[in-house]
């Protein structure tokens, strides 16, 4: 027993009454129902733990102490697992993975477009253009082409891009 002002409290009592302080402590941080999970967490520790306090007196502080600390752990947790930065599935727009007419038609112009500018290309930047198509690395396109120097390679892509863009009429969008 436990007397509070003036009169016998149980040890049930002040966990009661120390219950409600804790939920509303921790409702204010956070949402209810994890506010009631913490302050049950709490108990159970006071109870496990800390059966040797019997005063409200030491029991409130140490137990906000507790909250605080759990709810740190819980805002850490969060983050770890990145709960703050996600986004919920249904502000997520969907893509239209139907080509639009107008997608549709700039795609056949520049193709028609890169197809006649390629044509007018030289002979080694149409096999250079051609390799790189077939996913063939520079040292690789290097050894097929016979180039001693890997620097050569390099000049002759830059260059073919630069004629390329060029027979264009100067831009890839246009």
């Given at each position: 027993?436990?007397?509070?002002?003036?009169e016998?409290v149980?040890?049930?009592e002040?966990?009661?009454?120390?219950?409600?302080?804790?939920?509303?402590?921790?409702?204010?941080?956070l949402?209810?129902?994890?506010a009631e999970?913490?302050a049950?967490?709490?108990?159970?520790?006071?109870h496990?733990?800390?059966?040797?306090l019997?005063?409200p007196?030491?029991?409130?502080?140490?137990?906000l102490?507790i909250?605080r600390?759990?709810?740190?752990?819980?805002r850490?947790k969060a983050?770890r697992?990145?709960?703050?930065?996600q986004v919920?599935?249904?502000?997520i727009?969907?893509?239209d993975?139907e080509?639009?007419?107008?997608?549709y038609?700039e795609?056949?112009?520049?193709?028609?477009?890169?197809?006649?500018?390629?044509g007018?290309?030289?002979?080694?930047?149409?096999?250079?253009m051609?390799?790189?198509?077939?996913?063939k690395?520079?040292?690789?396109?290097?050894?097929?082409?016979?180039?001693?120097?890997?620097?050569t390679?390099?000049t002759w892509d830059?260059r073919?891009?630069?004629?390329l863009?060029?027979l264009?009429?100067?831009?890839?969008?246009?």
């Open positions: 027993m436990i007397a509070l002002a003036g016998a149980s040890r049930e002040v966990l009661v009454k120390l219950r409600e302080r804790i939920v509303l402590f921790a409702a204010s941080h949402s209810r129902d994890a999970d913490l049950q967490e709490v108990l159970l520790l006071l496990e733990k800390y059966t040797h019997d005063s007196e030491d029991l409130l502080p140490l137990s102490r909250v600390f759990k709810m740190m752990s819980l850490r983050v697992r990145g709960e703050y930065s919920s599935i249904d502000d727009p969907l893509p993975l080509a639009s007419p107008a997608d038609v795609r056949k112009e520049m193709r028609e477009r890169l197809i006649r500018a390629m007018q290309l030289g002979e080694r930047c149409r096999e250079l051609r390799l790189k198509l077939q996913g690395t520079f040292p690789e396109i290097q050894k097929i082409l016979g180039v001693r120097a890997i620097n390679i390099y830059h073919c891009r630069k004629h863009l060029e264009m009429g100067g831009d890839w969008e246009r």
